[in-house]
Structure formats: C-alpha cells, structure tokens
C-alpha cells in the first residue's frame, strides 16, 4: 500500500525557516518524481515545487523560487521541502504527492502557520 | 502561464442526476489535464488523468472529456458520497496551476 507521511509542520515566526518530510513507502521511492502541493485555509490547491525521481531537476511556483528547496534522499525514501525566509501567505497544509505532475497519490498533509 | 478557468463554483444537484464541471485553460494543453476531488479535511484523491482516463479504482460514474482548451468532468448517477470540491489541473508545462474548484451539494 502506498503512504506519503507529512512531518515537520506547524507554528513559525515571519522571516524564519522550517523544514518538512514526507516519508514515502509501498512503491519504489527512486522510480517517481515527487511533489508539494499546498492549500491555504479555505482556499483552493496551489502547486508548489516537483522534483525529478533523481533529483537532478527541479520546478517552482515564482511565489517560492529562492526562498524554498525541495530535495530528496532515495536511500530514505523520503522527500523534504525546505521553505526559507516564510511569509504569512505561505501559510497553509502542505501535501505531498507521487508524481512530478498529476498526482496518483497524496500524503495526508501538514500544517505550516507563520504568524508573530 | 497557463490559466484554468473552472465553472460553477457551486453547484447544487439530486441524487441520481447527472452533473457537468467545466474547465477552460488559457492555452492548447493537449489533453494534459487531471481531475481531483477532495472531501472535507481529507487529502484530494486523483479520478481522471489525461483528460478522460479514469483512475483505478474511481467508479466509472466519473468520466472526463475534451481537448485543446476545453474539458469537462462528468459525474452520473450523483450519489451521497460525491459531495466534495472538485479540481480541474493541468500538467502541460510548468508551473503547474489549478482551478479555483467546484463545491459540489447534493440536494
């Protein structure tokens, strides 16, 4: 069975950085390109970065180019999103998701609030 | 970028009816679209990929169409467990975008 298991969220000062995880298993992690998606509260789904099932290439939304990197590590099988400089608009549930462009599979996704 | 443009927001429907969600992409996205819904405080669940093939395990009561610019998601046979948000996205080109979703009710 596959699961995608969020980590890492939760309360952060504007200006500061966190970092989420997203264990992957039941597939094999290295075939796949990943992804984050995310949602602000009661608002719509917002793509935000996909990486390349190697990580040689990666894909961001303009709003998070520079301050956010995504990564992985195959031998883990787990994907993170390292968001830098955060703002109270990137506020949101971050979901990750199987696939680099439509997503097969989603994780059941983790909260980031960034307030003062 | 490419834009998709989603309709109706809302939608209201009886069970057993049959209901239509369209989405308009800005540019030719040749048939990269997927369709997801997503029930209240639930993750979204992929139903149709490539336009109009349906995902495994998604009843066949849901059916995707279209081509060029312009898709339909078709929900038959409505039944209690449909309400939800549904997304259209497409996958043609990055940045990938979504639509602004259709709030499905049944009556």
């Known amino acids: 069975e596959v699961q995608l298991v969020e980590s890492g969220g939760g309360l952060v000062q504007p200006g500061r950085s966190m970092k989420l995880s997203c264990a992957a298993s039941?597939?094999?992690?290295?075939?796949?390109?990943m992804a984050w998606v995310c949602q602000a509260p009661k608002k719509g789904l917002e793509w935000v970065a996909t990486?390349?099932?190697?990580?040689?290439?990666?894909y961001y939304r303009d709003s998070v180019k520079g301050r956010f990197t995504i990564s992985r590590d195959n031998a883990k099988s787990t994907l993170y999103l390292q968001m830098d400089s955060l703002r109270s608009e990137d506020t949101a549930t971050y979901y990750c998701?199987?696939?680099?462009?439509?997503?097969?599979?989603w994780g059941q996704g983790v909260m980031v609030t960034v307030s003062s | 970028d490419i834009q998709m443009t989603q309709s109706p927001s809302f939608l209201s429907a009886s069970l057993g009816n049959s209901i239509t969600i369209t989405c308009h992409a800005s540019?030719?996205?040749?048939?990269?679209l997927a369709w997801y819904q997503q029930k209240s405080g639930n993750a979204p669940e992929l139903l149709i990929y490539?336009?109009?093939s349906l995902q495994s395990g998604v009843p066949s009561r849901f059916s995707g169409s279209g081509s060029g610019t312009d898709y339909i998601l078709t929900i038959s046979n409505l039944q209690p467990e449909d309400i939800a948000t549904y997304y259209c996205?497409?996958?043609?080109?990055?940045?990938?975008?979504f639509g602004s979703g259709t709030k499905l009710e049944i009556k």
């Open positions: 998701a199987r696939r680099g462009s439509s997503f097969d599979y």
């Open positions: 039941g597939f094999t992690f290295n075939n796949y390109d």
């Open positions: 990486i390349s099932y190697d990580g040689s290439s990666t």
């Open positions: 540019q030719n996205i040749k048939g990269w």
């Open positions: 490539k336009a109009s």
């Open positions: 996205q497409h996958y043609q080109s990055f940045p990938l975008t």
